[in-house]
Every structure is written in structure tokens, then in C-alpha cells.
Nanobody
Framework: QLQASGGGLVQAGGSPRLSCAAS????????MGWFRQAPGKEREFVAA????????YYADSVKGRFTISRDNAKNTMYLQMNNLKSEDTAVYYC????????????????WGQGTLVTVSS
């Protein structure tokens, strides 16, 4: 089970941090990722991190502004979001993948329920 939290109404330029708490599986056995889905759009990849956090990769749209991290001792993943823009408004989902490197939703086996981030200008 994955539980995302930390969303809400944020002003443009703000820096919220999302969290994703995992339970029911061996967290450190899975690479993890964040996706987002804006109203009327398809779910898109945001960022992913390897099982022990050594490597990460990002969508071009968030590179340099968002940072993904994880704490395996706490079974939790994070997404630090900086300099938010209106186009970052979306429901953010955390997900787990058995292997590393996927960017498609179909690459990820487990999903959280999503947390809404609304950026006001």
C-alpha cells in the first residue's frame, strides 16, 4: 500500500514537499517514482529513484526544480518541489516498480491514491 500526502493549495514559486508512505511490501526492494495527472490530461512521469537512492531521473519539465529522495528506514519517499508553476497543478501519485528505469505508468506495479497540488498565481 502507498499513501501520498503533502498536497494542497500553494502559491506560484512555493516549495511544498510530498511524502509517500509505503506498507505491506519490502520497500527497499522496489524502485519508486512520482507521476502526475492534470485535469483532462494523461498521467505523466515526474521522477524516479533507485532502490537505495543512489540514482534518480526526472522529466525535463521538472528537472532542476524537483528533487526525489527516499528513506528506507522509514519506508517513505519524498518529492521536494521548488519554484512551482501553474502548469505543475495536478494530482500527484507515487508508485513502485520492480525494476529501475521505467517512465510509463505500465512499468509500475503499485500505486498510491494521489494527492492534489494546486498552484495559484
Amino acid at each position: 500500500q502507498l499513501q501520498a500526502s503533502g498536497g494542497g493549495l500553494v502559491q506560484a514559486g512555493g516549495s511544498p514537499r510530498l511524502s509517500c508512505a509505503a506498507s505491506g511490501f519490502t520497500f527497499s526492494s522496489y524502485s519508486m517514482g512520482w507521476f502526475r495527472q492534470a485535469p483532462g490530461k494523461e498521467r505523466e512521469f515526474v521522477a524516479a529513484i533507485s532502490r537505495y537512492g543512489q540514482t534518480t531521473y526526472y522529466a525535463d519539465s521538472v528537472k532542476g526544480r524537483f528533487t526525489i529522495s527516499r528513506d528506507n528506514a522509514k519506508n517513505t519517499m519524498y518529492l521536494q518541489m521548488n519554484n512551482l508553476k501553474s502548469e505543475d497543478t495536478a494530482v500527484y501519485y507515487c508508485a513502485a516498480q520492480r525494476y529501475y528505469g521505467g517512465r510509463n505508468p505500465s512499468d509500475f506495479a503499485y500505486w498510491g491514491q494521489g494527492t492534489l497540488v494546486t498552484v495559484s498565481s
